[in-house]
């Protein structure tokens, strides 16, 4: 007998179809988008990733500065506010003397004119009056000057509390902006970062170590012709001690810097466990003596500049870089220790390494 067998249903022979268009249309999709937008390279990622911490840099010195200006208001606010709450008690005071004299003549048959302009509401409306009233006396006449001053002073000190309570809120948006600003980058910067193989994430943190270990190479190779003698802590920790000539200061700052190296790099930080780079030019300067102020531009102003010429440097002086978004201690032979961005430590470079904008000497 011939054997029959039952026809496919309709519908689950056109879903099949459309099952099987959909995954052939997805993979030519897929490897139309693989071939229009290919992975980017190592050396794409690494640009880029500099780049964004270049920028991040940038973000950084102004969230410092907008910290420093911010802890700066806060200071002065208290103080005016301060300054306002005795103001405040020595008008009170006055004005408490003045109803005194008010009830006392009261009790002895009513206030006089002149008593009635002392206690109205504006000290100047009874100066500007006074002189018609025969009863003023010296006395009273020295009591409303001095309670004119002490309420003139007293409006002055309330509106520069005002004042600088704007500013303040006006530089907690600022500060607000900018830490939102870093972090975005950063984040920007991990995902890229993230994007790459294991084996590609080893390949770049080698290359960041050798160029570490190569600069730390050069700057005491440097030291030792000049005559100093480098000593080694290990792969990642060298010392320059080829600060003869340099002033104490310059020299104990530098020494302080080099305790440092291989502490890592946190955006905002001053220390001593972590820094950015303005931290820690500030922190190594104030172990020697030295206040500097918080920020690379700032820093930028602080001492004399000696324009770009890296022969003009000497051991201790600060290099700064990138437009005034960077800044590092010079150690001589050509390169300065610094902390360069997030992801690495504290170590030495060549300074002709990044573009060199001044040359300031504390």
């Not at 994430?201 to 003698?229: L, T, Y």
């Not at 002033?247 to 080099?258: F, I, K, Y």
């Not at 001492?303 to 440097?313: I, M, Q």
């Amino acid at each position: 007998m011939a054997s029959h067998r039952r026809p496919k249903p309709a519908g689950r022979t056109r879903a099949s179809i459309l099952t099987a268009a959909a995954a052939t249309a997805m993979a030519l999709s897929s490897q139309a988008g693989a071939h229009a937008d290919p992975a980017p390279t190592l050396d794409q990622v690494k640009s880029q990733v500099d780049a964004l911490n270049a920028q991040a840099e940038t973000a950084s010195q102004q969230l410092d500065g907008a910290q420093e200006k911010q802890a700066d208001l806060t200071k002065q606010v208290g103080q005016l506010q301060d300054q306002v709450a005795r103001q405040q008690d020595q008008v009170t005071n006055l004005q408490g003397g003045l109803a005194e004299v008010a009830a006392n003549q009261y009790a002895s048959g009513g206030i006089s004119p002149t008593v009635q302009l002392m206690l109205s509401a504006s000290p100047d409306t009874f100066l500007t009056q006074a002189g018609s009233v025969s009863q003023m006396n010296s006395t009273q006449s020295e009591t409303l000057k001095d309670l004119q001053q002490q309420q003139q002073k007293l409006d002055q000190d309330k509106a520069d509390a005002q004042s600088k309570l704007a500013d303040l809120a006006a530089t907690t948006q600022t500060l607000q902006a900018a830490k939102t600003d870093v972090q975005a980058k950063l984040a920007k910067a991990q995902d890229l970062l993230n994007s790459l193989t294991e084996q590609q994430r080893q390949q770049m943190a080698a290359a960041e170590a050798k160029a570490a270990a190569d600069s730390a190479a050069k700057a005491s190779a440097a030291a030792q012709a000049a005559g100093g003698q480098a000593a080694s802590r290990g792969a990642t920790r060298t010392d320059l001690t080829s600060t003869a000539g340099a002033n104490p200061q310059a020299a104990a700052a530098v020494a302080a810097a080099e305790s440092k190296l291989g502490a890592p790099y946190v955006y905002g930080a001053t220390g001593p466990g972590s820094f950015d780079c303005s931290g820690l030019t500030q922190w190594a300067y104030a172990q020697a003596g030295v206040s500097l102020p918080r920020t690379s531009q700032e820093q930028e102003a602080y001492g004399t500049n000696l324009g770009t010429n890296l022969a003009n440097a000497q051991i201790g002086d600060l290099i700064i870089f990138y437009g005034g978004d960077h800044v590092g201690i010079y150690v001589g032979g050509g390169n300065v220790i610094h902390a360069p961005h997030t992801g690495s430590v504290v170590r030495y470079e060549a300074a002709s390494n990044m573009p060199i904008t001044a040359i300031v000497r504390p």
